[in-house]
């Protein structure tokens, strides 16, 4: 039996990965802060593997994706995943509202993953507030904007690309649905689908922060009403304010904090470059060669996340020809990674979790974006953000080892290097404040709340 009083009670309805699990499960903390009741709503596949734990501040409960013994790996397509997931999802997600009504806390408010546009359907079913949380970069779901509303013709035949608030873009710089017309059909309408849903939805949520993207949350703001309420990354890293939220909490994957740190510990400041590609990666065999040769010609210590699904594509005796150089694992706390004072540098493939990460931690980045919204968010580190570079990809589409090591002395050492890690931690500063009381998206969080609790 519950007896607390709650202002209100969010759900949250993440699309099922962990690079959008991160920052719903993360926000939701945050309204927790708030005196609200949240409760993170995953697909039974991945509730059963990551075994949320119960001491969260959070509850955790489950829709179905229809796919409830393999997730995604047991569709026989994309496009046959979306579509089940939307029948199924739908009717599922509907009893679990049910399931809350007669409680002494009913579901206030939907806060849905636009790549979900069926759960503001269910939501509005009952009289629900429904908030879209849109999980990338305000330049790149502006991008999509541009595009869902014919404001930007594909294919695009000239270039460079003019978008109001965005530096000018190449087509290199696009999301790769757009760059590379006819790439993943299915994952393009689920990008562009995403304002179907949100221009009917009641608030609109970003999960970046006002002074990162001044001038493209000012210029969507002229057409869409929006909330920056990032960084969501773990309050102990930042403004310090939430008690024991030094981790997202529940993963996907397991890591082996012992070993990293243990490791990280023994490495000078600044020594080591930290590299993963998310929890999606998928490099071709000749990228991981590339890779593996570039830092084993590098004078640099590194740490290498390679995914289990991953390792073969390492070449032969790699691991053991390393010895002390370079540790590989299959999984890392990243936050506790990227904290590490040994850390010099993060190659990343600008997932815009990872980067926002870096980005709050004061880590500069070589950026080797792979797909979907990589390519924009790299750009900016490059080119607006100024911490770091991004990486050539040669004709054949790799990115070659004399590139990587070229672009990893450019990080890690010299003038240029230096400049990226001021601009690192002036990046970081503006987060903590972001979000810290009475900074933009704390601010932007307040005014979300009472928006829904007095609607
Ligand atoms: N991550 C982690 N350990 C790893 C690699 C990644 O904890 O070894 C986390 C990382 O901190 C981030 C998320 O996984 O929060 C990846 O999200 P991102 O948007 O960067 O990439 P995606 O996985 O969606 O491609």
């Known amino acids: 039996m519950e007896n607390k009083a709650y202002r209100g009670h969010v759900l949250a309805l993440p699309y099922p990965s962990q690079g959008h699990i991160n920052p719903l499960l993360q926000f939701s903390k945050r309204l927790v802060s708030k005196g609200l ?90 009289g629900i507030f429904g908030a879209a949380f849109f999980t990338q970069t305000c330049a790149v779901n502006f991008i999509y904007y541009h595009v869902h509303h014919g404001l930007l013709k594909l294919p695009i035949t000239s270039t460079p690309i003019s978008i109001p608030g965005l530096p000018v873009l190449e087509l290199e710089d696009m999301p790769s649905f757009i760059s590379v017309p006819g790439s993943y059909p299915a994952y393009f309408e689920m990008v562009l689908n995403q304002f179907s849903s949100s221009d009917n939805a009641d608030a609109i949520l970003v999960n970046t922060f006002y002074e990162l993207e001044p001038e493209a949350v000012d210029s969507m703001s002229k057409v869409c009403q929006l909330l920056p309420i990032g960084p969501t990354i773990p309050s102990f890293y930042l403004d310090k304010c939430l008690e024991n939220d030094n981790d997202y909490g529940p993963n996907l994957f397991v890591s ?63 691991v053991e020809e390393i010895g002390n150089k370079g540790l590989v694992v299959q999984w890392c706390s990243q936050l506790e990674v990227l904290s590490n004072k040994a850390i010099g540098c993060f190659l ?102 009472s928006k829904f609790i007095n609607s």
């Open 37 to 126: 009741k949240a409760t993170l709503a995953t697909t039974l596949f991945i509730h059963n593997t990551m075994q949320p734990q119960s001491s969260s501040s959070l509850q955790f409960d489950t829709i179905s994706d229809g796919y409830d013994e393999g997730g995604f790996a047991q569709a026989e397509s994309i496009h046959a995943y979306l579509n089940r997931m939307e029948t199924i999802g739908s009717k599922t997600l509907a009893d679990l509202i049910i399931k809350n009504k007669n409680t002494a806390n009913p579901i206030d408010c939907i806060i849905y993953d636009p790549f979900l546009p069926w759960a503001l359907e269910v939501a509005k079913k009952f």
């Open 256 to 318: 082996d904090s012992f070993v990293c740190n243990n490791w990280l510990n023994t490495k000078p400041e600044g020594s080591v470059i930290y590299l993963s590609f998310g929890s999606m990666a998928s490099l071709s065999n000749k990228q991981m060669e590339e890779l593996a040769f570039a830092l084993k010609g590098s004078k640099f210590h590194f740490l290498w996340v390679v995914m289990a699904s991953e390792e073969a594509k390492l070449p032969e005796k790699f």
């Open 348 to 449: 990343t493939h600008c997932g815009w979790n990872s980067t926002l990460e870096a980005l709050s931690l004061g880590v500069p980045m070589v950026g080797l974006p792979q797909w979907t919204d990589q390519t924009t968010t790299a750009k900016y580190v490059q080119d607006v953000w100024k911490v770091g570079v991004r990486a050539k990809v040669c004709e054949n589409g790799i990115v070659e080892r004399e590139e990587i090591e070229f672009c990893i002395k450019e990080v890690m050492e010299g003038e240029k290097g230096k400049d990226f890690q001021k601009n690192a931690m002036k990046w970081r500063e503006l987060a903590i404040k972001a979000i810290s009381e009475g900074g933009s998206s704390d601010k932007n969080i307040d005014e979300f709340v």
